[in-house]
T-cell receptor, first 115, second 110 residues
Framework: GAVVSQHPSRVICKSGTSVKIECRSL??????MFWYRQFPKQSLMLMAT?????????EQGVEKDKFLINHASLTLSTLTVTSAHPEDSSFYIC???????????FGPGTRLTVL | GENVEQHPSTLSVQEGDSAVIKCTYS??????FPWYKQELGKGPQLIID?????GEKKDQRIAVTLNKTAKHFSLHITETQPEDSAVYFC?????????FGKGTLLTVNP
């Protein structure tokens, strides 16, 4: 399967600051990447679909001005949580889809804690 | 949109026993059904998947069955081992989006 990396693996920040999370595809070019959020003991919730070279598509209820997504290349997508608040504390996971076969592979996740 | 129900939410088995997790989906257009294993603090790992044109698929100790008419699919793990302990998620692909079940915490007791 595809290898996906995320950086950082965990981050602690103060309320009001912005945090950038990187998602990289290490072994193939991904035109589409996905960003999920997972709260403790809950399932994965799709936040947005990141398309290379175009604007991301956000799911209903996800603020696009708060969660900025940039998919500038076929191997890198970034998620920036702007003006973070404690309620944004969560596990953020990116994934990419192997379009020819529909398989979707996930990164290791980033644990965000907002104090 | 798609809705995926997963049962049970927790499952405890003895090492060597089998474990079965069941999911149902609502969108008849869904055509791809993966299963993921997630260990604590890690991202989900794809362990097996099945497409709508197949009824069953097996990979060593893991198998998945799909009943399109009833809109349900199941994960079967045989000869369970302690390292199988994790949270398992089923998912269904509809309109290029994966919808996940709520997960099953599987505990394999030595």
């Amino acid at each position: 399967g595809a290898v996906v990396s995320q950086h950082p693996s965990r981050v602690i920040c103060k309320s009001g600051t912005s945090v950038k999370i990187e998602c990289r595809s290490l072994d193939f070019q991904a035109t589409t990447m996905f960003w999920y959020r997972q709260f403790p003991k809950q399932s994965l919730m799709l936040m947005a679909t990141s398309n290379e070279g175009s604007k991301a598509t956000y799911e209903q209820g996800v603020e696009k001005d708060k969660f900025l997504i940039n998919h500038a290349s076929l191997t890198l997508s970034t998620l920036t949580v702007t003006s973070a608040h404690p309620e944004d504390s969560s596990f953020y996971i990116c994934s990419l889809r192997w379009a020819a076969y529909n398989e979707q592979f996930f990164g290791p996740g980033t644990r965000l804690t907002v104090l | 949109g798609e809705n995926v129900e997963q049962h049970p939410s927790t499952l405890s088995v003895q090492e060597g026993d089998s474990a079965v997790i069941k999911c149902t989906y609502s969108d008849s257009a869904s055509n791809y059904f993966p299963w993921y294993k997630q260990e604590l603090g890690k991202g989900p790992q794809l362990i097996i998947d099945i497409r709508s044109n197949v009824g069953e698929k097996k990979d060593q100790r893991i198998a998945v069955t799909l009943n399109k008419t009833a809109k349900h699919f199941s994960l079967h793990i045989t000869e369970t081992q302690p390292e199988d302990s994790a949270v398992y998620f089923c998912a269904a692909l509809s309109n290029y989006k994966l919808t996940f079940g709520k997960g099953t915490l599987l505990t394999v007791n030595p």
